[in-house]
């Protein structure tokens, strides 16, 4: 019994020491604060945790106030913090990884071209593993750091469980790519990308305006809010379209590797389109496993799918031909889709998918609604949330996902999805 | 006809986790552990012969050694730094212990390799086999799995059964001590069985990053957990009971998508697991081990 | 002098319920004076789930001797029971009444669901009877991911294949949307409530270790064959440990389902990753101790989160230090090296007690 409380208590030592660690870290990870903000960013953090620190905390927070010293010239005006809510590690990594990077990219733009009125952008982007336990976990951290503006969560549960804390914080919410409908029913929280049931209904009509197909099969993942969300509003829209459903075979997070019983049903049935509301990895698996079994027919999928060119190593050739209705694509000509792909590409070595457009976008949304409402970095968090959603309807942003996107109090976005096809190797618009 | 298709896809999927489960097996009827970290070194297998294939440009062929000997490395260093210590300890502390070797390689895979997808070159150069005009078709890694598959029983008894070291891994998974007293260096024999149950990893990973082309760090959890329970299934710790195990939960797994529910399926899969362990307690082919009072 | 005679193992449990009070008040009196971060807010009722979890797991392993792997599966069933009560009843009636019967609802819930896997599993034994478990786990969880509920001017609504099956009225209220889960949970969980239910756990558990009945599991668990000779009903008493560490969790589901305003089964949270985490929570506190299991379970769940610093490092840390303390606290030779060290210790003491 001794020898086990005593390993116990060398355990505890362990991690007190690593506690240590930590506050330097992250010490370093917000050096470019400034000095004069910090009591102000205190303030910010609203009563129940403006003295709050524990007595690591206090070791980090004097760490940091070193680091703000040495940093002082960073930004005119102050400081403007953003958290970033993601996963970054586990299976649904690369998603949470990409906003985080695109996040970045924008933060990275907006320094130095001079701030969001007079005042330096920090983000500080933490890890939920696709948990909404977790999130929740993130997003207290990031309120002990002094977050004024939360930019996430990435994925649509994690949104959930965090946008309940946020109205109740009373801290402005933009979730760059969490698209069910849940997401954004408070009045502080407001997305980026559109909405599941959105892209069901706008996938039907489309494929039935343009009588692409009379029998559609469906492969979907019931365990993903994103797929069912947007799989349930198609079947409904479908009643109403030219075209029926043959088949719709479900996979879950458990079995995303083998599809072929779901293509076999789709061929037997045949379909001669099948509808994929999926993400991009798994669909690279599907388009191979059907060539390899010989069904050749027209795909078509939403944003999800936007990415699949860029799988390292993927053999382009399977997607000759796949449709997608998306608002982002890395191969667009655009000005600032070409000087976004280029940057990614320089600092992370990959293609930058929808998600890390998402994180872009919202980073520069929260800008436009920042300097339409004037925001300063004296205010409280509270006064940022109203006058940010208030900005929110009023501004128009261009921005990789769309051009002129508007958002009305609901807080969904308005914008044109764009449909292409995958000519050749690259996306082409229809 | 398309019942003969799914069966077949079944025997695909299930050839994958038969091989998969060989190793398992194989650790476990020598060294009485699950090791938990199978499937990862599975994933790290994979990842070696994306970066020699995809990234230097080497034969497929010489790729597999590398990665073998890769793999026969990692395991052996994962056994001597996270297992040996605490050999003679709790089973559950060890079995702790794989899980958290399980973290770290998926977790070091993630920052070496990065969270994205990596779509892996097909190594069986061979093309499809299709019957009925193109009604059925036959992935040719299916074939190459099955064939590898019954290469490795059939050299895996042997090799337990006729030569020198595979006749002390049994002595040690009979009785360590007994064995120690007859001049079996136990440690030496536990490490060996890791090595071989690591390059039997190294090509698993390869076919099975061939048969379904998406490598991520996660690759290597969810099939290492079916082929445990293939393994279970067969009876751990009999080689031909992986490979009957592994075979008929990817054709039941397959047959449940078809024909009751594609969302259920592991829901039947597991179900089946039960009943059969229920009616045969040891899984299909295992042994039954007389209790001593 | 009259001395009070306290028998050791009663001083024993005495301590650990004194540690888990003055936890408690130590934590409220940092709370009220602001010196606890938000997250340490954030994360004082996940400690509370976990340390439930982690004890009612430690009956299951400790004192029945039998591993499960399927312990999160129960405290899935007893969350989204409890969670689909409150939310059906989140205007029916006020917020107290509701949770304690939220709790009851959740405890006899995954009972019932522990006493019915229970017959089959405890049939068998070792490494078989954990892959049940784990089986057990992964189709609760499979199925409550299939799983959809509604309710409206008609009645229940019930599919297992999508929400459009339900056919539900315009006015209807989704409780369970498959793979989406609850959504709107009442937050009826807080740390006060959380302690409460810790301290209920443990003169629960240990009393029932200290019962005739806790006495005839363990003696099943140290040896069954013997046990069986002197007339105790192996299955009778393994199954009433085992429904009662179902429910236990249960109870944990509950505080847990409570405590987010969304509720998903995924592989992250209730799947047999949880379960395993539960289970490094036991045996890294000591297999049957319960005050360990209470100490890891706070310690495993902060640590995670302090690593935050770390960034990319983090879990790869987490990793590190988990393979590190496992081999600290089991090895052989490590066990060896602390005795011979806690020797030494005493015999640098001996001397100076007999100068004294």
Known sequence: MKKKMLSLVLAGAMTAALLTGCGSTGADSTSTADGTTNEAAAEDAGADNADAATDNADASDAATDAAEDTGAAAGANGTFKIGGIGPLTGGAAVYGIAAMNGSQIAVDEINAAGGINGMTVELNFQDDELDSEKSVNAYNTLKDWGVQVIDGCVTSACSIAVAAKTAEDNIFQLTPSGSAVECVTNPNSFRVCFSDPNQGAASAQYIGEHNLATKIAVIYDSSDVYSSGIYEKFVSEAANQSFEIVTAGAFTADNKTDF?????????????????????????????????????????????????????????SLAEGVMLLTPFAADATDDLTVKF??????????????????????????????????????????EI?????????????????????????????????????????????? | MSFVAHLINGISLGSVYALIALGYTMVYGIAKMLNFAHGDVIMIGGYVVFVTVSGMGLNPLAAIIISMAACTILGVVIERVAYRPLRGASPLAVLITAIGVSYLLQNVALLVFGSDTKAFTNVVPFPNLELFDGQLVIKSVTIVTVIVNVIIMVGLTLFVKKTKIGRAMTAVSEDKGAAQLMGINVNGTIAITFAIGSSLAAIAGVLLCSAYPALTPYTGSMPGIKAFVAAVFGGIGSIPGAFIGGILLGVIENLSKAYISSQLSDAIVFSILIIVLLVKPTGLLGKKVQEKV | MKKLRINKTTKNDMITYAMVILAYIVVQVLVS??????????????FCTYVIVAIALNLTVGILGELSLGHAGFMCVGAFSSAVFSLACKDAMPGGLRFFLAILIGAAAAALVGFLVGIPVLRLRGDYLAIVTL????????????????????????????????????????????????????????????????????????????????RAVMSIRDNRIAAESIGINVTKYKLIAFTLSASLAGVAGVLYAHNLSTLNALPKNFG?????????????????????????????????????????????????????????????????????????????????????
């Open chain 3, 135 to 214: 089986a057990f786990g992964e189709i609760i969880k499979n199925i409550i991911n299939a799983l959809y509920l509604g309710v409206d001017s008609n009645g229940v609504h019930f599919s297992m294949k999508d929400a459009l099956s339900l056919n539900m009225e315009e006015d209807g209220l989704m409780l369970i949307k498959g793979a989406q889960g609850v959504t709107g949970t009442p937050n009826d969980s807080n740390f006060t409530i959380g302690v409460v239910l810790i301290l209920i756990t443990l003169i629960i558990v240990l009393n029932f270790i200290h019962s005739r009945t806790g």
């Open chain 3, 33 to 46: 004076t602001g010196h606890v971060s938000s997250l340490i807010q954030g994360l004082l009722v996940p």
């Open chain 1, 341 to 382: 792909v280029t940057t990614y590409n320089e600092k992370f070595g990959e293609t930058p998918n929808q998600f890390a457009a998402d994180g872009y976008d919202a980073i520069y949304t929260i800008k436009a609604a920042a300097e339409k409402a004037g925001i300063t970095a004296d205010m409280s968090n509270e």
């Open chain 3, 272 to 356: 047999y990753n949880m379960s395993i985490l539960i289970l490094v929570f036991v045996v890294l506190g000591g297999i049957g101790n319960m005050r360990g299991s209470i100490i890891a379970a706070v310690l495993l769940t902060l640590l995670p989160e302090v690593l935050r610093g770390l960034s990319d490092y983090r879990m790869l840390i987490y990793a590190i230090v988990l393979i590190a303390m496992m081999i600290f606290n089991w090895s052989p030779n490590a066990i060896f090296f602390r005795k011979r060290l806690k020797q030494r210790i005493t015999a640098g003491k001996q001397p100076k007690k007999e100068e004294a």
């Open chain 1, 385 to 430: 949330c109203t006058a940010l959603s208030a900005a929110m309807t009023e501004i128009q942003v261009d921005g990789l996902t769309g051009l002129g996107i508007t958002w009305d109090a609901s807080g969904e976005p308005t914008k044109e999805p764009k449909a292409v096809v995958i000519k050749d190797g690259v996306y082409t618009a229809m």
């Open chain 1, 260 to 316: 072929s019983v779901q293509l076999q049903q789709a061929k037997d049935a045949g379909a001669d389109l099948v509808f994929l509301p999926i993400y991009y990895n798994e669909a690279a698996l599907i388009l191979k496993q059907a060539s390899d079994m010989g069904f050749d027919v027209q795909f078509f999928g939403c944003d999800g799918l936007d990415g699949i060119l860029g799988v390292d190593n993927f053999d382009a």
